[in-house]
T-cell receptor, first 114, second 111 residues
């Protein structure tokens, strides 16, 4: 009963390095999301995928790219990390987007960019 | 006006107290409403959905007032384990229709 699994849990990057955050869900959900959470800012949507094969920008997409690899997996890539991207990143999934379904979150990735 | 607004707290209450959190939302077309709970350094978890008729789950009662664009959460007989941040969440009304999360209200229940 894994739900939403994120890897890695912690990461330290140097400015300019790249990395990919991985997310997988085993609930057969159609929609997946990437959020970042910063102190005092709440959860902000980076990108989402309403269904397999589609991705759309959220509130704060700059500096990120995403790939919906298949129905289960949705990855977030930082091509050239910046200190402003230091944050906690959460992946989430839901039965469908644009509906009354709540989201299930992964346990998060704590990223520090130095 | 922010899309979902909550009093950040903290609310410091003794065990056994009743505490209420309020939330307002700006988009009158919103269609879905939730309360999430987030423990320190953990992911948000769905606490309960909020329906127009109001709903109760044990010690927790949620209310929705569409006319005033206002959502509330009442916790009765507070437990130490209720200490967390409570996120008000609204969805279905924006161009993307995704959920919009409030910044949360922090609750600390003391012995």
């Amino acid at each position: 009963n894994a739900g939403v699994t994120q890897t890695p849990k912690f990461q330290v990057l140097k400015t300019g390095q790249s990395m990919t955050l991985q997310c997988a869900q085993d609930m057969n959900h159609n929609s997946m999301y990437w959020y970042r959470q910063d102190p005092g800012m709440g959860l902000r949507l980076i990108y989402y995928s309403a269904s397999e094969g589609t991705t759309d920008k959220g509130e704060v997409p700059n500096g990120y790219n995403v790939s919906r690899l298949n129905k289960r997996e949705f990855s977030l890539r930082l091509e050239s990390a910046a200190p402003s991207q230091t944050s906690v990143y959460f992946c989430a999934s839901s039965q469908r987007a644009h509906s009354g379904y709540g989201y299930t979150f992964g346990s998060g990735t704590r990223l520090t960019v130095v | 006006r922010k899309e979902v607004e909550q009093d950040p707290g903290p609310f410091n209450v003794p065990e056994g107290a009743t505490v209420a959190f309020n939330c307002t939302y700006s988009n009158s077309a919103s269609q879905s409403f939730f309360w999430y709970r987030q423990d320190c350094r953990k992911e948000p978890k769905l606490l309960m959905s909020v329906y127009s008729s109001g709903n109760e789950d044990g010690r927790f009662t949620a209310q929705l007032n569409r006319a005033s664009q206002y959502i509330s959460l009442l916790i009765r007989d507070s437990k130490l384990s209720d200490s967390a941040t409570y996120l008000c969440v609204v969805g279905g009304g924006g161009s993307q229709g995704n959920l919009i999360f409030g910044k949360g209200t922090k609750l600390s229940v003391k012995p």
